[in-house]
């Protein structure tokens, strides 16, 4: 009986120990992956840096570009909420990119809280 369960686990451990070399060895391409696209994009920022003219921030769907004296500002008239006054909202474009990134934060927070399931009832049997 003894031998028969140190048999047992012996092709266990076998077993274990080729799902951690396969696994290894998916993960290496991967990383090989990872540091060619970030050797293209140093190669494309590099191409923006070299021409700035192609590098214009371009301002999202419902902004428009303005001029106020050196500075470039990006604005959008809105009303806010519980008014009806329409207000205008100016940006720089550093202020556009935190905007912007912001968004895209709350769009993730969103899909995240969606995904998740409120209740065992709503998900199902699990």
């Not at 396969?22 to 050797?39: F, G, I, M, R």
């Not at 140093?42 to 371009?58: G, L, V």
């Not at 001029?67 to 006054?85: M, N, Q």
């Amino acid at each position: 009986m003894s031998r028969f369960l140190m048999a047992i686990l012996l092709t266990m451990s076998a077993q274990l120990a080729l799902a951690q070399d396969s696994a290894v060895a998916e993960a290496k391409p991967a990383a090989d992956q990872a540091s060619a696209k970030a050797d293209a994009a140093k190669t494309a920022n590099a191409a923006n840096a070299a021409n700035p003219a192609e590098r214009e921030f371009k301002p999202p769907p419902g902004f428009y570009t303005k001029k106020r004296g050196a500075l470039k500002v990006y604005c959008k008239k809105d009303s806010e909420i519980g008014s009806r006054f329409v207000t205008e909202k100016c940006l720089t474009e550093e202020q556009m990119h935190d905007y912007l990134l912001a968004l895209e934060i709350q769009k993730q927070d969103v899909d995240r809280i969606r995904s998740t399931c409120g209740t065992a009832g709503a998900c199902g049997a699990q």
